[in-house]
Structure formats: C-alpha cells, structure tokens
C-alpha cells in the first residue's frame, strides 16, 4: 500500500468526535470513491456526516444498511492497523 492510501486510510478511520474529523473523513472518503473502492451511496453517507464531528458514517451506514462491503473493508484495517 502507497504512503497516500494508508493516510487516507487512517483518516477515514479516525474515531468521531476530534473537531474537522467529519471533514477529513468525507475528504478520505471522496478519495476512495474516486478510485473505485467506495461506492457513491457510501460517499453520500460520509457527506451527510461530514459536518457532524460527532457522527459515526459506519452507524449511519449500518442503520440504513447500505455499505456492507465498505464496513467490512474499513474493519479490516482498523484490525491491521
């Protein structure tokens, strides 16, 4: 894996709550769409929550069950770390 993915892979990973964290992971997120990794209704997701500092995309995602492949995805690298 490049120096670029694994940043933006610990971006998108970062917990809620640091102020900008929504932000920055919206900015990953977009990264990751733009290569395919990540499908758009993910992307929206992260974009609805990209002004909620506070706000968990991967809750989101899962209570309106969109994104099952990207979940899986992201938790194996919060695993590998």
């Known amino acids: 894996m490049d ?13 809620p709550g640091a102020e900008w964290s929504g932000r920055a992971r919206y900015a990953a997120a977009m990264y990751f769409c733009q290569r395919g990794e990540m499908a758009p209704e993910v992307l929206e997701i992260y974009r609805i929550c990209s002004r909620l500092d506070a706000e968990d995309p991967v809750s989101v995602l899962r209570r309106w069950h969109v994104g099952a492949e990207w979940i899986e995805r992201l938790e194996a690298f919060r695993q590998s770390g």
Do not use: Y
Not at 3 to 15: G, K, S, V, Y
């Open 3 to 15: 120096e670029e993915t694994r940043r933006n892979w610990e971006i998108i990973a970062m917990p």
